[in-house]
């Protein structure tokens, strides 16, 4: 109940976090990998030392690859750049093999008109998945037409959803500009998992609203009903999460590089989600039920 008695105070932070994401977004933008933008990625592991990293950098450089080094593992580095030929790998494969010998353990290159694509696709999906799953809830509570219409859980969804979307979405942007992480495909995958699982949470708090609203008496306050169905729900969206979300601490901290990023986007998705199904999503119910009641009694008023 205190959830619902609250909700100001909830409101507050998400706006907040919303707001600083845009902001974040708006001056740094995000750092896209080779997935989106185009250029080629190598990753190479030593056999015996691994180079100092400013060592690597400093030899690539006259080279003119633009290339990001950066280390991974304990004796190994991947390394980024623009797109590069066959004959410009060779020249790349022997600078690094100055310093040792060493393995080449991927290499992939991707077009910018490829990049291009990819991007308009990955934005593309995102928007579609939204908009398939608020037609569901419109679907799904259909009879649901008092004490508010069903569209307008399809709304509140929508406010939820973007919620969980933008949230990790800022947090990458502080994270590509101060320690150069990307956006790459991985991470548009974490983004629609993400609000696969914030729906999930959402919609399991509405249907227990659906639930009580048919077993309520008829003067009982809408807000109580929400109140008492998010107590009924709580526990086992917060039991839930963090379980996914212990799993995916120990993919960071275990999982390779190519993961670390994917886990990280997904454990600010989740708890995002679980923060937005619990304390924003239904709270916003007896926001807009309250709004209604208000509205009614200024036209009976006027009568």
Do not use: C
Not at 115 to 140: C, D, N, P, Q, W
Not at 162 to 188: K, M, N, R, W
Request: aromatic residues 10%.
């Amino acid at each position: 109940m205190f959830v619902v008695n609250y909700r100001k105070y909830f409101y507050a932070l998400s706006i907040i976090l919303v707001v600083a994401s845009i902001v974040s977004v708006s001056v740094w933008g995000l750092k896209t990998g080779i997935d989106f933008k185009g250029g080629s990625i190598i990753e190479v592991e030593y056999i015996g030392v691994r180079p100092d990293q400013p060592t690597l950098s400093s030899a690539l450089s006259p080279l003119g690859f633009d290339a990001s080094v950066r280390a991974t593992g304990d004796k190994g580095y991947i390394i980024r750049m623009k797109d590069i030929n066959q004959e410009q790998k060779n020249t790349l494969t022997a600078t690094l093999s100055t310093f040792g010998t060493s393995t080449e353990k991927r290499f992939d290159s991707v077009g910018p008109l490829l990049g291009t694509e990819a991007l308009r696709k990955a934005l593309v999906s995102i928007i579609l998945v939204i908009l398939a799953i608020v037609f569901f809830i419109a679907f799904a509570f259909r009879k649901v037409s008092h004490p508010i219409s069903s569209w307008k859980y399809g709304v509140v969804a929508i406010v939820a959803l973007v919620h969980d979307v933008i949230i990790p979405t800022g947090v990458f942007s502080v994270l590509g500009h101060y320690a150069g992480y990307e956006v790459d495909t991985l991470f548009v995958t974490a983004l629609l998992v993400v609000l696969g699982f914030s729906v999930h949470d959402t919609i399991v708090v509405f249907d227990r609203v659906r639930e009580n609203l048919g077993h309520a008496k008829a003067n009982k306050p809408f807000s109580d009903i929400v109140g008492e169905s998010i107590s009924q729900t709580f526990t086992r969206s917060i039991n839930t999460s963090m379980t996914t979300i212990l799993a995916l601490v120990v993919l960071y901290f275990v999982g390779g590089e190519s993961t670390q990023h994917f886990s990280l986007a997904l454990i600010i998705g989740i708890v995002a989600g679980t923060y937005s199904s619990v304390f924003l999503g239904s709270p916003l119910l007896v926001t807009i039920w309250k709004w209604q009641e208000k509205r009614n009694e200024a036209k009976r008023g006027r009568k």
